[in-house]
């Protein structure tokens, strides 16, 4: 195995005590020891056949609890109290120095990945500030080294711990605190939430049953008819048979997704019945437990808001536009603050909306909705996240409200009145605020680049300026895209997007650029007067793509794919030479049109300043 004898050795231990403790159910001084030796509560319920709760119920009657050591910051060098602590069971003093003031623990996110980690490190950090200044101890718990929560003088104390029920259980078991705020660390702290108050904590701000009115299935759906505000339809399946008769019910294409994840987690858009079995089969877990979602996919505009709700009123302090369509996660998508598309009556329909839900809901703080508005400008609701979200830190700073703070105080029993808020509707600034997401998948080997219903972003860059395309080439640039106003596009269309392609592509020709394509595409341009340099696809053997891409003179590639076609294969091989190249690629046509509006303001500054 090329493993040191050492570590077979430590491996060995745990299996051999493993058979022991399936010998020896319900056994103190057996579960004692497998504590020691690092089994979760989890585990040991797995081995003896139990429940967790009952593991843990055992623990407590037996006094099985961990103490804390705190980390050395020091290196020994002297002396020194940092509340930086971890919990182990080999020990018997604990190092955690436990007050008598009045406390508050914070969840944060819990391990880094796509969609989840840094976006909701704001709100957890803004969120120990307000805690401290109201006069309480402020206590987070996360175990990701990468964000500033983790930072031991972002709070009073930090437990670098695991975001689980047991691990949280046993340091609210210690500290003895107020409550726990849930809410604002993504959906990791959120699926706490119901294990914890079902062990008699306290669920600071927004409570289990809020959460559960948002994100289970049937009683969301149920309290928007009774709210008379208009969703896609869709249905929660259990098997694949269901799910192929629902989406044979709703209508193709349909938004399939797991429920309550995260960062749009194996989200796809499914044409037919053949991809949806294939999806069902290949992608997610689906049984009792675990219900996938299959809703109706409505094209249109995607809005976004974040609101803050008192359980009396509402206080919406703006709504973002996002510039790619429905299919792209918000995540991925450029957001705008203010809307620049939007009429007054769908403004105000979303306003309505979100005071609506929040009230319906029974928010206390932070919350998100997630809204669709068609061609003819009706407004569907997409989602509600009883959160907050990672929209948080832009909308923050866009409209200089500090939402987390004032949501915090909301969770802690200051109403919004209390606050000195009265004006529910902040007017929208004048400058534009425009969010572009970055992406790194250069450094992610093997992740396909194309833009879809699931995260892939990896941080996110913001402009701002007096006209908004300025503001856009700002966080295009500082996002790390190239952006040129020469050179060569190169174009792979699938057929269903050549009509709405075409203008865009003429419009790079207008302003100089070469146009290059795929045989397919570029027959379709030039039958439509655009003078295009045919290449040959990857797929029969030919090169010329991967050339071309290599040698540099390619400014832009569009590509875009139909799932059902064979191209798809080629369309990943050049999206995998873009990123290696780094050459700069658009899966969405949506971003292509606000680039070239950006590219055609500066062609025209650039010809204004030589005149």
Request: glycine share 6%; net charge negative; hydrophobic share 40%.
């Amino acid at each position: 195995t090329a493993i040191s004898i050492f570590f077979l050795s430590k491996l060995k231990n745990i299996t051999q005590f493993e058979e022991e403790l399936r010998q020896n159910v319900g056994s103190a001084d057996h579960l004692r020891e497998a504590k020691r030796l690092g089994f979760s509560d989890p585990s040991i319920a797995r081995i003896w056949n139990t429940t967790e709760r009952a593991v843990y119920d055992l623990r407590m009657k037996e006094n099985i609890l961990p103490v804390y050591k705190m980390i050395d910051t020091c290196a020994s060098e002297f002396e020194s109290y940092v509340p930086y602590f971890y919990s182990t069971y080999g020990g018997s003093e604990n190092e955690s120095v436990v007050t008598d003031r009045k406390k508050v623990i914070v969840l944060g996110s819990g391990p880094i990945r796509i969609g989840q980690g840094v976006e909701f490190d704001y709100s957890t950090v803004h969120a120990l500030r307000t805690i401290r200044a109201q006069g309480y101890e402020a206590i987070v718990i996360n175990n990701n080294p990468e964000t500033v929560s983790t930072d031991y003088t972002a709070a009073d104390k930090l437990y670098f711990e695991p975001l689980t029920t047991e691990d949280v259980m046993n340091v609210i078991n210690l500290e003895k605190p107020l409550g726990v705020i849930v809410s604002l660390g993504g959906q990791t702290a959120v699926n706490l939430a119901q294990s914890l108050f079902d062990r008699g904590v306290n669920i600071i701000g927004t409570d289990c049953q809020a959460i559960e009115k948002a994100e289970n299935r049937d009683a969301f759906d149920a309290l928007i008819k009774q709210l008379h505000i208009p969703n896609p339809k869709g249905v929660a399946v259990t098997d694949m048979e269901a799910g192929v008769k629902a989406a044979a019910q709703i209508g193709y294409p349909v938004l399939v997704r797991p429920s309550f994840v995260l960062g749009g987690r194996a989200m796809e858009i499914v044409s037919d019945e053949e991809m949806l079995r294939h999806y069902l089969k290949t992608a997610v877990e689906i049984d009792e437990k675990r219900p996938v979602l299959i809703d109706r996919y409505i094209l249109g505009k995607e809005v976004e808001v974040d609101a803050i709700c008192d359980g009396k009123q509402v206080y919406l302090p703006g709504i973002m536009e996002l510039v790619e369509r429905t299919g792209v996660h918000s995540g991925d998508s450029i957001s705008v603050y203010p809307p620049y598309s939007l009429s007054c009556r769908v403004k105000e329909r979303i306003t309505e909306y979100t005071e609506k839900l929040g009230l319906a809901i029974g928010i206390k703080g932070l919350f998100n909705i997630q809204f669709i508005v068609d061609k003819n400008d009706q407004v569907s609701i997409i989602e509600v996240n009883p959160r907050a979200s990672r929209s948080v830190p832009f909308l923050s700073k866009s409209t200089g409200v500090s939402l987390v703070d004032i949501a915090t105080r909301i969770m802690l029993g200051q109403s919004l009145a209390d606050q000195g808020i009265t004006q529910l509707r902040r007017p929208e600034r004048e400058k534009w605020y425009v969010k572009v997401p970055a992406f790194s998948f250069a450094k992610l080997e093997g992740m396909d680049t194309y833009l879809s219903p699931e995260m892939k972003s990896t941080g996110e860059a913001i402009g701002y300026d007096k006209t908004m395309n300025r503001a856009l080439y700002k966080a295009l640039q500082a996002s790390g895209m190239k952006l040129q106003n020469y050179g060569t596009v190169l174009a792979t269309i699938a057929d269903k997007d050549k009509d709405e392609a075409l203008p865009l592509i003429r419009r790079f020709y207008q302003l100089g650029f070469n146009i290059e394509a795929t045989e397919g595409t570029a027959k379709y341009l030039k039958e439509h007067g655009i003078r295009t340099h045919a290449l040959k696809k990857i797929s029969t053997g030919s090169n010329e793509i991967p050339n071309a891409l290599r040698q540099g003179h390619i400014a832009y590639v569009i590509n875009t794919k139909d799932p059902a076609s064979d191209a798809a294969v080629d369309g990943a091989q050049i999206r995998q030479i873009c990123t290696e190249y780094n050459v700069t690629l658009f899966t969405a046509l949506d971003t292509v049109k606000v680039l070239l509006d950006v590219l055609e303001e500066t062609t025209l500054t650039i010809s204004t300043i030589n005149a």
